[in-house]
């Protein structure tokens, strides 16, 4: 069964600084995909970026960036120049490209942008 | 585009008494889709895979007769909670894959949550 690990319960960061969330999986696939989404208080679960694990050029989605290491079943999220909005429950998630493509689910991490 | 909603947003049932929750993808089709709960500053838990015209798929430790899952058409699936408990209180989520799109895009609800008196 594959297991993703978000080691950081809580962070926090000052407005317009650059914060790491990190995430670790485990797996034998070769294969799969790799989500962070964002949770704020609303719980509307909100997609942020993606990989594919096939790619390895790292995703960028405008301020947030991810660091994927195939190798090392690494793959942190980099919030960058920060903001209030940013403040959010963030999970990683794993993907198989088969068998209904259900997701797995780390633990979270709760950021907090201090102004 | 690729909106999802869930009807109610927010139930309150007496012990004892089943309550149904609505998940409906507005504007694609979805072949599949998923039901998760999350219990307080907690992660989501996925309990249960549906797809259309077909019996749902169970994870471990959830009890198919207790939360009984319906996706009858390509836009609409129903989780039933039967002879709810308190312990049944949660946030339940669901997530909808669009046949059309992306194949592993899952688009997401707002939530239900439920609680038991």
């Known amino acids: 069964a594959q297991t993703v690990t978000q080691s950081q319960p809580e962070m926090s960061v000052q407005e317009a600084e650059t914060v790491t969330l990190s995430c670790t999986y485990d797996t034998s696939e070769n294969n799969y995909y790799l989500f962070w989404y964002k949770q704020p208080p609303s719980r509307q679960m909100i997609l942020v970026i993606r990989q594919e694990a096939y790619k390895q050029q790292n995703a960028t989605e405008n301020r947030f960036s991810v660091n994927f290491q195939k190798a090392a079943k690494s793959f942190s999220l980099k919030i960058s120049d920060s903001q209030l909005g940013d403040t959010a429950m963030y999970f990683c998630a794993f993907m198989k490209p088969y068998n209904n493509n259900d997701m797995r689910f780390g633990a979270g991490t709760r950021l907090t942008v201090k102004p | 585009g690729a909106v999802v909603s869930q009807h109610p947003s927010w139930v309150i049932c007496k012990s004892g008494t089943s309550v149904k929750i609505e998940c409906r993808s507005l504007d694609f089709q979805a072949t599949t889709m998923f039901w998760y709960r999350q219990f307080p500053k907690q992660s989501l838990m996925l309990m249960a895979t549906s797809n259309e015209g077909s019996k749902a798929t169970y994870e471990q430790g959830v009890e198919k007769d207790k939360f009984l899952i319906n996706h009858a058409s390509l836009t609409l699936s129903t989780l039933t909670v039967t002879s709810a408990h308190p312990e049944d209180s949660s946030f339940y989520i669901c997530?909808?894959?669009?046949?059309?799109?992306?194949?592993?895009?899952?688009?997401f609800g707002p939530g239900t949550r439920l609680t038991v008196t």
């Open positions: 997530s909808a894959r669009d046949r059309g799109g992306w194949s592993y895009e899952q688009y």
